[in-house]
């Protein structure tokens, strides 16, 4: 004899429609009003003022959303990706929601797009919407997904995010779920990292590609470490020692040698963890030996060596070895050396 329960279970499993309930219908019939974005990127040169630099990409993007397409930005870590899409938010109003989904190898469908509970099926009957989980895709209606490092998603979320965007439907087990929400998607990718998922070319083509890179040089690093670096205690960090370590980090964005190179949170974090050596040793201003102290600390782990490296040498004596060949050894030091020491 079948119980309750296996019967309710039984009714959920046939293909239902979710929003043929009024009740659900009626939660997404408003639409994302983008007159103020609009409004905003016609009329203000540099609209994304939490960025600093990158004002090719700013104009790309601009025109990416007046003509109402969904981007993927493409660019190694710590290059502004993330507070560009937050920019975007910001001009959209303090209501706007921002659903930021972390790709993952171990996110799901229903993570996205959400499932049905069995206990609230039970409770409130299967086509009832409080059977019905929303996923993070749900929240983000009328407002920003920010998908990142999208291209770390298993295949089967890629597949379901094509269908929400495609045909503005999606399929929760034996459910058709049709989705009226008006977002805008902004996803990320790191083509430095190969330790992901391709996108299917058929995902891809529903997008813009926005290419991103590091500060175009360095003065433009020196004013986002200072402008977004923490200042410990009022410690002194002074334009030439600045100029020297942005200097140290630009060369190993060079290297090739490098696989994987250091973004701009680590000249952010020289430049905290000098303040703090500094504080530690009871002084307002910060001098080579403090930056010196910390560099291995700071850069080891943000690079991986080549194969024919890294078997020979480890990060940390690498960094080492390159901080003395290209800065303690080199005519830049010399230079500066009234300043630093």
Sequence with gaps: MLTRATRVLEHISKPQNLYKTPRLTNLLKLKMNTKELTKTLLQEKDPFTDIIGQDKVKQAVKSALLADRHIILVGPPGIGKTTLAKNIAKILGKKTPFIRIQGSPDLTVEDLLGDIDPVKALKYGPLSIEAFTKGKIFKADKGIIFFDELNRCPEKVQNALLQVLEEKKATIGSYDVDFDIDFIFIGTMNPE??????????????????????????????????????????????????E??????????EDKNLEKKPSVRASLGLYERSQSNALLNKRKSVTFDDIKAVVVSVLAHRIRLKPSIKY?????????????????????LEEKKGDLL
């Design 312 to 332: 020979l040498q480890s990060p940390e004596a690498y960094i080492k070895e390159q901080f003395e060949k290209n800065i303690i050894d080199s005519d830049v």
């Design 193 to 242: 990292d190969t330790s992901t998922e391709k996108l299917s070319d058929v995902l891809l083509d529903r997008f813009d590609l926005i290419y991103m890179h590091y500060p175009e040089n360095t003065n433009i690093e020196k004013n986002i470490v200072t402008d977004k670096g923490n200042k410990i205690d009022n410690v002194n960090v002074s334009d030439k020692l600045l």
């Design 244 to 253: 020297l370590t942005i200097h140290f980090i630009r060369l190993l964005r």
